[in-house]
Every structure is written in C-alpha cells, then in structure tokens.
C-alpha cells in the first residue's frame, strides 16, 4: 500500500543546485525513458539531443518520493523579443495563429513535452486524476502565477491530450498542423478561461503543497487558494 503522499515540484533546468538536483536528475531520467523513444519512432532519427530538456525554464514534476511519476515543461516567451517570432517552436504556425496569441498580449507561457513514467501510466493519482490531468491542471495555474499573458501548447492528435486539456482551459486554435512529421493541434489557455474553472480538490491541493525549488535557495510555497 502507498504510503507517500504525491508532490508537485517546480524545477528550474539547467546546471541543478545541490539541494535539489536528486529531483533534478530524477525527472531527466523519467524523460529520456519516454522522449528519445518517441522521438525515433515520430521523426526515424536516431537521437534526440538532450538540448530539448535544458532549453526549457522549468520542469513541473510529479513525485512520491524522490520517484518522478511524471513531468511537463514550462517556458516563458514574449513577442516583445524578435528573435522569438524565428524560434523553431513557432516555425510551423501559420501568421495568422501567431497574431491570434498576440490579442492577448506579448508574453506566453509554452507548455510541452508531457511525461508520464512508463510504470506509472494509468494509474490515477489517489485513485482520482490520470497523471497528465493533473499535470494539465497544475500547468495552468502556474501559468497565471507567473503572469504570462497567454500559455501554448500543442499536443499529438494521436495520443488524445484534448480533453485533459480543455479541463484545464485550452481552446483550439487549430488541428492538423505539422510538427515532427505528426499532426498536433495548436491550443491556447487564456487568463479568463483558467480564472473561470472550478478545478478539483486534489488539483488545488497539490497547487497549496507545491514546493518551488531555486538556485539559490529552497522555498516551500503554501496558498489558501487555487489562482
């Protein structure tokens, strides 16, 4: 029987701090044992250099323990920066989605590479929410937490992220776009749809109990509320 409680840890990427780099080297482990895989089968190269780990802001990790359950990347972009309309993740997009984001606001929140452990899928968390819901769900206040004016993604059609994301405040921009060789589709979380949602106990539960690692220090977060 489990006996450790599921925790959400807040993890910056890149040359970890000693205090949290067990997390650090955890979560990187639970990726590459579902992403370099994925990515062989989706694009037929070999290898997947490790850059698309270290180029993100942070990695939003499930544990118990120090066992990473699962993971989802967060960056943080802004128009207001022109080599931001050139970054590969954008390349693919058509104008006219690019300038939709931009009714928002320059800054945005990319949400991407959803992992479970290949152990841990379907497996409910407290025998209430699969792992990428939660996840989902947790992404998208960090999201108005860290006031983006608008978060990204763009899930695989195939692996049927859409109603866990919608759960969690997506509206589709469009469906059918290329990337990777695979059809995604492009969502959009906005502030007043993430605000508007009652999310579950165990969702704002883990938010309260989340714990956001720093270079510089570690800081355990606690909130009385979800937003």
């Known amino acids: 029987m489990e006996t450790e409680s599921v925790q959400l840890h807040i993890i910056p990427t ?28 989706l694009t037929q190269k070999q290898n997947m250099a490790s850059d698309a780990f270290t180029r993100q802001d942070e990695i939003m990790a499930l544990f118990r323990g120090n066992k990473c359950l699962g993971m989802v990347f967060m960056r943080y972009e802004s128009f207001s920066d022109p080599a931001v309309w050139h970054d590969s993740y954008f390349a693919a997009w058509p104008a006219f989605a690019i300038h939709r984001l931009l009714r928002h606001g320059p800054n945005l929140a990319i949400v991407s590479q959803m992992t479970g452990a ?9 025998g209430k929410m699969k792992i990428q819901e939660l996840l989902m769900a947790l992404s998208s206040l960090r999201f108005l937490e860290m006031g983006a004016d608008v978060m990204v993604g763009t899930p695989r059609l195939a692996v049927g992220m859409g109603n ?3 759960k969690a405040g997506a509206t589709r921009i469009l469906m059918g776009l290329q990337m990777h060789g695979v059809d ?35 800081k355990r977060t606690h909130l009385h509320s979800a937003a």
């Open 118 to 126: 290949q152990d841990e899928r379907g497996k409910p968390i407290e």
């Open 184 to 218: 995604v589709e492009c969502l959009e979380f906005t502030r007043p749809n993430v605000l508007s949602l009652e999310l579950p106990e165990l969702v704002q539960r883990k938010w309260a109990e989340r714990v956001h690692h720093s270079r510089s220090e570690q």
């Open 14 to 41: 890149r040359s970890p701090a000693p205090h949290y780099s067990e997390l650090y080297f955890a979560a990187y482990a639970c990726w590459t044992g579902v992403w370099p895989q994925t990515y062989r089968e």
């Open 164 to 166: 866990s994301c919608s």
